[in-house]
């Protein structure tokens, strides 16, 4: 008994000592899974890196925002100097300009007083050579004129037009006396411009200095931020392999990658989102809506979303804006065309100044339902209002936009076969398997059916019930939507 019992502890001995030996070894799969490298070589990164990296990048985003801010500063004191200089420029200018036009008037102020000199010269020459010719002069026009009284007059004309030129002259060489004093002032003042001219030079010379090592540090930064979008994209690829690799964190009917879209309405009491505690709780993608066409939507879907877009993208998501449109009511079919390539442009605007469809970005959305229609707009309108958005999105993005829209209204208004060309996202929450499928049982064929039951969908709305704080949100509800394919092309459509 006593052998068997000292058996029996060995055996357990060493079961334990198996156990451990297993226990290790699927801790260090474990681990080992949790940062590895796939046949592409991208390392997923564990989640104490993810947060590191989402710090990199919230302290890179602050150091770019401080290095623009002195850019816009030292910008704006050089074209504040440059402005000054323009001023100098015209004010030494103008002061040229008189001074010109003062030595050209003393010119001809000197050409006229010679000339009137040469005149009185000449008539002096003529009657007043010496005193004893003036005398004989008076004497002989006495003695000779038939009238003594004929020559007084005469010589008496003679002597108020000597008068008379004397004073012309003075009265000349006064105005020229002034304009010379005036032409000294200007030449102290244009003194006086040339240099404030040369500071204000300087002063150019520097600022342009300076907003050169400015821009030198913000497109080094920038050059940062580029490398951050790097861990960015490993933040999207951990969380996307991380849903391949753990059944339990797939969420969404069909066992497919998930997603989600917000607005203002989940700011309850105007708090934020939290993306961080959202991707950690399996979304993957988000689409925010970033303009709307109707006017008490637009500043809040703007404001919100300039919020939004940066802090999911930098969570780690997928992140898109769709457009909520409106359709202008009693428009003909013909002019829906163009109004639709008017509203694309507010998107198209937004997302630019959002920073762009750089990778990570999803092609921007039209969301057209039936707050899009206008009581009595036909299928015509709301289909050429579409063709016209669509076309000018793909004109000026390069990437296929996607229509947003539920199931009845995509089959009753959107009727032309090339809307087709977009991408599909469809609202359907009545269904968990085929969002083709209506509530009767039945399917409900589309412009983008392959058969009745079978929608060439790319992503779907599945629910607007989602548990909202479970995924970051304030209070209240959540849509989720799926996507229908494979991470492959989900990374493919936001440009990785």
């Given at each position: 008994m006593q052998t068997l019992k000292v058996g029996?502890?060995?055996?357990?001995?060493?079961?334990?000592?198996?156990?451990?030996?297993?226990?290790?070894?699927?801790?260090?799969?474990?681990?080992?899974?949790?940062?590895?490298?796939?046949?592409?070589?991208?390392?997923?990164?564990?989640?104490?890196?993810?947060?590191?990296?989402?710090?990199?990048?919230?302290?890179?985003?602050?150091?770019?925002?401080?290095?623009?801010?002195?850019?816009?500063?030292?910008?704006?004191?050089?074209?504040?100097?440059?402005?000054?200089?323009?001023?100098?420029?015209?004010?030494?200018?103008?002061?040229?300009?008189?001074?010109?036009?003062?030595?050209?008037?003393?010119?001809?102020?000197?050409?006229?007083?010679?000339?009137?000199?040469?005149?009185?010269?000449?008539?002096?020459?003529?009657?007043?050579?010496?005193?004893?010719?003036?005398?004989?002069?008076?004497?002989?026009?006495?003695?000779?004129?038939?009238?003594?009284?004929?020559?007084?007059?005469?010589?008496?004309?003679?002597?108020?037009?000597?008068?008379?030129?004397?004073?012309?002259?003075?009265?000349?060489?006064?105005?020229?006396?002034?304009?010379?004093?005036?032409?000294?002032?200007?030449?102290?003042?244009?003194?006086?411009?040339?240099?404030?001219?040369?500071?204000?030079?300087?002063?150019?010379?520097e600022l342009t200095n300076v907003r050169a090592k400015a821009a030198e540090e913000a497109e080094k930064i920038k050059k940062i931020v580029a490398a951050q979008e790097a861990i960015l994209k490993k933040l999207v690829l951990a969380g996307l392999a991380r849903n391949r690799a753990n059944p339990s964190a797939r969420v969404g009917p069909g066992d497919r990658i998930l997603g989600s879209d917000i607005s203002r309405w989940q700011h309850s009491g105007n708090q934020p989102i939290n993306f961080i505690k959202m991707y950690d709780a399996g979304v993957r993608f988000i689409f925010v809506k970033g303009t709307d066409s109707h006017p008490l939507g637009a500043a809040p879907a703007k404001y919100w979303s300039s919020i939004d877009f940066p802090a999911a993208r930098e969570a780690g998501l997928l992140t898109g804006i769709y457009h909520a449109a409106l359709i202008p009511r009693g428009i003909s079919a013909d002019a829906a065309f163009s109004v639709g390539q008017q509203q694309a442009d507010l998107p198209i605007d937004h997302l630019i100044s959002l920073g762009g469809l750089v990778p990570g970005v999803l092609p921007i959305v039209l969301d057209v339902e039936s707050f899009s229609r206008p009581s009595g707009t036909s299928a015509a309108v709301v289909t050429n209002f579409s063709l016209g958005f669509t076309a000018r999105v793909k004109e000026r993005t390069g990437k296929t936009p996607i229509i947003y829209s539920n199931l009845n209204f995509i089959r009753s208004y959107l009727t032309n076969s090339s809307l087709a060309n977009n991408y599909l996202w469809v609202a359907n929450y009545s269904q968990t398997s085929n969002p083709a499928s209506t509530p009767s049982g039945g399917c409900s064929r589309t412009v983008w059916s392959s058969s009745a039951c079978d929608l060439n969908w790319t992503f779907w709305q599945y629910t607007d019930r989602g548990d909202g704080p479970r995924y970051g949100i304030p209070r209240g509800g959540l849509d989720l939507n799926v996507f229908a394919f494979s991470s492959n092309e989900l990374l493919s459509m936001a440009g990785y």
């Open positions: 029996c502890g060995i055996v357990l001995r060493v079961g334990l000592k198996i156990r451990l030996l297993k226990q290790v070894f699927i801790i260090f799969l474990v681990v080992a899974f949790t940062h590895t490298t796939t046949a592409t070589g991208v390392s997923f990164p564990r989640d104490a890196e993810i947060d590191n990296a989402r710090a990199e990048v919230a302290a890179t985003k602050k150091e770019l925002a401080a290095a623009q801010e002195v850019l816009k500063k030292t910008t704006d004191e050089l074209n504040a100097a440059v402005a000054e200089d323009k001023k100098i420029r015209a004010e030494l200018e103008e002061a040229q300009r008189q001074r010109d036009q003062i030595i050209s008037e003393i010119n001809a102020l000197t050409a006229e007083i010679s000339r009137v000199q040469a005149q009185i010269d000449d008539l002096v020459r003529a009657t007043f050579i010496d005193g004893t010719q003036q005398e004989l002069y008076l004497v002989e026009a006495i003695l000779s004129s038939a009238d003594s009284n004929e020559a007084l007059a005469t010589f008496a004309s003679l002597q108020a037009l000597l008068t008379n030129s004397s004073k012309i002259i003075k009265e000349l060489n006064d105005d020229k006396a002034a304009l010379v004093i005036k032409e000294k002032e200007l030449e102290v003042r244009e003194k006086d411009i040339s240099e404030k001219k040369a500071r204000s030079a300087e002063i150019v010379v």
